[in-house]
């Protein structure tokens, strides 16, 4: 904050000095101006453009700032300093007097005539009367441009603002990342505790059912076909939950990608879920579909984990008895890639909330930590280099995700 106020008050101290030399200028202007009435009134016509040069020639090499001095149609007497047109001796007096600002003789002259109108618009003219004159008529003007100090004082003012925007805008920048890298270094540091406080809990139940499956495989019993099952069935839920812990372990690292096959890895999540489905929802039914795809490079474990988040997402939105899910795998010639869609027929997204969808902390169920869609997106565009998207959602009709890698 001390920088900025610095850097504040330096931009007002330089605007200072600018009007400075603004208001000098036009004090300048108007000495002039008085000047030139006075050697008006006192000169006939004939001498007056040659004292008036004669004056003017001495204070021309002191003028900081560009100067025309033009009678009352705008026509130019006498000019000093102005860009690329220095004053030229040839010019006749009387020549000058009788030129048409229209119809000037040459582009010198025209040049004047345009930066005598634009200084006049812009308010840096001041007027010369006849002295003793009652009615005070116009003469001429006097035109004046800005001094270069004005004008080098004036783009530093500019530069000065620029700097200060580049400064704010670098440092609201550095904050957002350090905010957004704090509360990523959070949720990894959770994950990764996560990962080790489920570790030995897990190994220890897989162990446990290992054992009971080695002694019921030493009975054959009919009755313990169902309990053998069941066993296989925990042990699937449980290699799960070893996957989850690896996928939170794992979190905050680049994962190691390999070329495969897409299929396996969608279709063993998608039967996992089908299998629990009379658990979680009743009428409900999963479609998939498998077109012949390219290899793609691919995390299998974080993979599964973007189609369990996209299912899981499309179970929760259901609310119709005769539920649908639709899993399409397909490739896109136009994109080349891999898409795969996850269409369900339940209740949309209402157009307010699409753009919230993937914010983490944003969810539409109750309890939700609004995470699923977030980490999903930054594992499939971050880790993945392909696209997470929603492609459509109409409400009380469904909603269609769309996850694409690069083939």
């Not at 000098?24 to 001498?47: H, I, K, T, Y």
């Not at 004669?54 to 021309?60: G, P, Q, T």
């Not at 001094?147 to 609201?172: D, M």
């Not at 896109?332 to 993937?358: Q, W």
Request: aromatic share 8%.
């Amino acid at each position: 904050m001390g920088s900025i106020a610095l850097l504040l008050a330096a931009v007002l101290y330089v605007r200072g000095l600018t009007e400075s030399a603004r208001n000098e200028s036009n004090f300048s202007a108007q000495a002039v101006s008085r000047m030139v009435a006075l050697v008006l009134g006192v000169e006939e016509d004939e001498r007056f453009y040659h004292r008036l040069r004669e004056l003017l020639d001495e204070i021309a090499e002191e003028m900081p700032f560009p100067m025309i001095i033009t009678d009352v149609k705008g026509r130019p007497l006498f000019w000093n300093g102005v860009p690329d047109v220095p004053f030229d001796e040839s010019y006749d007096f009387d020549a000058l007097r009788i030129i048409r600002v229209d119809d000037p003789p040459d582009e010198k002259i025209g040049a004047l005539i345009e930066y005598a109108r634009e200084f006049r618009r812009e308010g840096k003219m001041v007027h010369y009367f006849l002295p003793g004159s009652e009615t005070r008529t116009v003469q001429g003007y006097v035109c004046y441009g800005e001094s270069s100090l004005a004008g080098r004082l004036g783009r530093g003012i500019t530069v000065q603002l620029l700097i200060f925007l580049v400064f704010l805008v670098v440092g609201t920048l550095g904050w957002f990342m350090v905010k957004r890298f704090e509360q990523e270094s959070i949720w990894v540091g959770l994950a990764k505790e996560t990962a080790h406080q489920m570790g030995t809990p897990l190994t220890s139940l897989l162990g446990w059912i290992q054992l009971s499956q080695v002694r019921l495989d030493e009975r054959e019993e009919e009755w313990l076909r169902p309990v053998r099952e069941s066993l296989e069935e925990m042990t699937l839920d449980l290699d799960r939950l070893q996957k989850v812990s690896d996928r939170f372990n794992s979190m905050g690292g680049a994962p190691q990608l390999k070329h495969g096959d897409l299929r396996p890895v969608i279709r063993s999540t998608v039967d996992y879920f089908r299998s629990r489905l009379p658990q979680l929802r009743v009428q409900v039914e999963i479609r998939d579909h498998y077109d012949e795809v390219p290899l793609t490079p691919h995390h299998p474990e974080l993979l599964e984990w973007v189609v369990e988040n996209l299912i899981k997402n499309a179970l929760d939105s259901l609310d119709k008895e005769q539920g649908q899910i639709t899993v399409d795998l397909r490739y896109n010639a136009t994109e080349a890639g891999v898409e795969l869609h996850v269409r369900d027929n339940g209740r949309g997204i209402p157009p307010s909330e699409r753009r919230k969808i993937f914010r983490p902390g944003f969810s539409s169920r109750m309890g939700g930590w609004g995470l699923g869609l977030t980490l999903s997106r930054r594992i499939v565009e971050e880790y993945h280099g392909g696209r997470l998207y929603l492609l459509d959602s109409i409400e009380g009709h469904g909603s269609c995700f769309v996850m694409r890698l690069p083939a």
